[in-house]
């Protein structure tokens, strides 16, 4: 089976759909939906530094757009169903019992910040906008957090892998080889870090819902 991630896969995926791809997979994730919105940023532009066949401004402007609009859609969702829905129907995306619980937790204990920094984690990017909506924090404020959040994450990641994939272009043989190695390694040390800190943060949140007033009354 070809992988998502090939080479003739991205070929066919952006010369059918283009920026559009992007866009809509971003903000899909946005919303809530368990799909692969930082990987194809990052793959989407190591795609464009290494075939030249897309523009990475498009792809930033693609990320940015898509991030921001599926975060009020998820904002208005959060905001439309309440607390009690999530915690009725969360399981069936993945939005658990426990996630849900950490996401309370840091949203109500953080504020506004989160949801900027919630945009660098892939569980909170995935559920911060419907928790801010569900928990009723002012819209301008959201909207704030969430324009520079999505444009810093987005923006941030996409240059980076752009300026990442130009340097492999240059590089051939075993130099090219290892570098792209050492970079396997560095992604499989933050992503044990940020799953060892989420389950810290879990557990915190456990202990946290015993004293809080805020998260052991009944979710409206």
């Keep these: 089976m070809e992988s998502i991630f090939s080479l003739d896969y991205l070929t066919t995926l952006f010369t059918r759909y283009g920026y559009g791809v992007v866009g809509v997979v971003v903000m899909l994730e946005s919303m809530g939906l368990p799909l692969p919105a930082e990987s194809l940023l990052i793959t989407g532009a190591i795609f464009c530094a290494t075939t030249h066949k897309l523009q990475i401004e498009g792809i930033i402007v693609a990320g940015v757009t898509g991030a921001i609009m599926g975060d009020n859609l998820g904002y208005l969702i959060g905001h439309r169903l309440g607390l009690g829905i999530l915690r009725k129907h969360g399981p069936r995306f993945g939005l658990t019992p426990e996630r849900l619980l950490l996401g309370r937790y840091v949203f109500l204990k953080h504020g506004g910040p989160v949801i900027f920094f919630g945009r660098f984690v892939a569980i909170l990017r995935m559920f911060v906008a419907i928790l801010a909506g569900a928990n009723r924090m002012p819209w301008h404020t959201f909207l704030f957090y969430n324009a520079l959040g999505g444009l810093f994450w987005a923006g941030g990641y996409t240059t980076c892998a752009y300026l990442l ?56």
């Design 165 to 220: 994939g130009s340097e492999i272009a240059k590089l051939s043989g075993w130099l090219a080889v290892g570098f792209g190695a050492a970079t396997l390694v560095v992604i499989g040390v933050l992503f044990m870090f940020i799953k060892h800190n989420e389950k810290r943060l879990t557990e915190e949140a456990m202990l946290a819902a015993e004293q809080d007033e805020r998260l052991k009354d009944p979710m409206p």
